[in-house]
């Protein structure tokens, strides 16, 4: 009995830690422009297709309407190819992730950026590159703007690199 208990406890103390680590999680995911740029970079680094959702139409569409994630994607998978690669290979996981507003009013923000980096390529990479020094830091930095379009926050064009 005291064997199962030992083991059980744990995992009571791990349940309890989430239910109080949940509601301040999701009340900092409030609609605000640096929300919005984090989002974005999490997905554009992770190359994730839901990118897309935090882009203004403006920096989502070119002057000839073409979808530039869509552009980026097919690039990605091009550079995958010709370098021999998965593309998922190619994703990076953001793992500092800082902004500052330099700047804001009710429709535009500018935002800066910066971003430490790892790449993504099994969940135990982190834990064998630590161990056997095989991390590479990769570091980003930007100055991003953010427009409100139909009362949400978007990021602008600029700022990350997607095709023109």
Not at 122 to 136: A, K, M
Request: a negative charge.
């Amino acid at each position: 009995m005291k064997n199962c208990f030992r083991s059980i406890l744990p995992l009571i103390v791990l349940s309890m830690a989430l239910c109080l680590y949940a509601p301040p999680a999701l009340a900092a995911s409030a609609d605000s422009p640096e929300e919005a740029v984090k989002s974005f970079a999490r997905n554009y680094f992770m190359l994730d297709a839901d990118m897309a959702n935090y882009l203004s139409r403006e920096a989502l569409y070119n002057e000839n309407d073409v979808n530039r994630v869509d552009m980026f994607f097919r690039l990605k998978e091009q550079d995958a190819a010709e370098r021999g690669l998965e593309m998922a290979y190619l994703k990076m996981r953001p793992l500092l992730m800082k902004t500052r507003v330099v700047e804001e009013n009710e429709d535009t923000a500018v935002i800066e950026f910066s971003a430490v980096m790892i790449r993504s390529i099994n969940p135990l990479y982190r834990i064998v590159g630590y161990v056997f020094g095989l991390l590479e830091e990769h570091e980003f930095e930007a100055t991003v703007t953010a427009v409100k379009e139909d009362g949400t926050w978007k990021v602008g064009p600029g700022g990350f690199r997607l095709p023109a």
